[in-house]
Every structure is written in C-alpha cells, then in structure tokens.
C-alpha cells in the first residue's frame, strides 16, 4: 500500500473536499482518499499509485500543489464550490 500526503491549495468547503475525493477514487489504483480541509492537506491511499498523477489530477479540478496556485485553479475551485452550494 503506497499512500501520498499532498498540500494542496484553494481547500474553502465540504464541497471541496467531496469533489477532491469523488474525482481521486476514480483513479485506478486508488483505494482511500481523505482531505483535510482546515489544513489543506489530502491523503491518497492504494496500489502503485503515481504521485504525479494526483497532483496533475488536482491542478485540473482547481486545487493545485502548494505552490502551484493560479488563475485558473482559483476559478475552477470557486465554480466547483459554486455548483456544490446549489
């Protein structure tokens, strides 16, 4: 069993955090994802993961790596969190 730590940025909502883990269980390999919101840190848990491909993973649905942080990531975060208060 691998398991990644990743400070990941843009964090605000329970929305988050559900689309962080709905989007990482989806990843072959993945077997347990856990975020922790007031920290900003997730914890990708399974097989062979590539760590890489977390963090790509994450930069796309708007919670880049710390220190990665842009436009973008901050836009696609407010649309998610956004979507989930409807």
């Given at each position: ?25 989806k990843i072959n ?58």
């Amino acid at each position: 069993m691998i398991t990644h730590l990743i400070h990941a940025l843009n964090i605000k909502c329970d929305g988050c955090v559900n689309t962080i883990q709905s989007e990482l269980i989806k990843i072959n390999g993945v077997s347990n994802v856990t975020v922790s919101k007031s920290e900003g840190i997730v914890n990708v848990s399974g097989i062979a993961l590539d760590r890489e491909q977390m963090v790509t993973k994450l930069q796309e649905i708007g919670y880049p790596e710390k220190g990665h942080n842009d436009f973008i990531s901050k836009a696609r975060s407010f649309i998610t969190c956004t979507i989930d208060k409807l």
